[in-house]
């Protein structure tokens, strides 16, 4: 059964639509890296200072990506977007699965939610530069 867990980032753990946002998207095909850079409301962090804090997320090893506007994503029934925090970590899904038996990988699926778009992205690691 799938579990969501909210990511711990610097700053501790991010909440709200007001959260996140995205300036850059950056996928490198051949090195199979996704790179964004935005900012983060340092209000809606768990444990950070009520400016914004400029950030760059590099996914790498990247196997599935799919980036769907947040106001089109809300009214996909058979999705549950609106759990979890603005950035997760979802374990024992379906694509975790999937990409386990057709590639033989276990990679780590990540949901970030951004002002705008949310972003799932099933890769081998991340790394977060705040």
Same mark, same amino acid.
């Given at each position: 059964?799938?579990?969501?867990?909210?990511?711990?980032?610097?700053?501790?753990?991010?909440?709200?639509? %007001?959260?996140?946002?995205?300036?850059?998207?950056?996928? *490198?095909?051949?090195?199979?890296?996704?790179?964004?850079?935005?900012?983060? *409301?340092?209000?809606?962090?768990?444990?950070?200072?009520?400016?914004?804090?400029?950030?760059?997320?590099?996914?790498?090893?990247?196997?599935?990506? *799919?980036?769907?506007?947040?106001?089109?994503?809300?009214?996909?029934?058979?999705?549950?977007?609106?759990?979890?925090?603005?950035?997760?970590?979802?374990?024992?899904?379906?694509?975790?699965?999937?990409?386990?038996?057709?590639?033989?990988? *276990?990679?780590?699926?990540?949901?970030?939610?951004?002002? %705008? %778009?949310?972003?799932?992205?099933?890769?081998?690691?991340?790394?977060?530069?705040?």
């Amino acid at each position: 059964m799938p579990q969501i867990k909210a990511v711990q980032t610097s700053i501790g753990a991010l909440y709200g639509r %007001d959260a996140v946002y995205l300036d850059h998207v950056h996928m *490198n095909y051949p090195k199979k890296e996704l790179v964004l850079k935005g900012e983060i *409301n340092g209000g809606l962090a768990t444990e950070a200072a009520d400016d914004f804090v400029p950030y760059e997320l590099i996914f790498t090893e990247v196997y599935y990506f *799919n980036m769907i506007e947040l106001d089109v994503a809300l009214h996909m029934s058979e999705r549950e977007y609106t759990q979890g925090s603005s950035f997760d970590e979802l374990t024992d899904t379906p694509l975790l699965a999937a990409i386990a038996s057709a590639r033989g990988k *276990n990679l780590k699926h990540y949901m970030l939610k951004t002002y %705008d %778009d949310i972003l799932e992205i099933a890769c081998a690691d991340y790394k977060m530069v705040i």
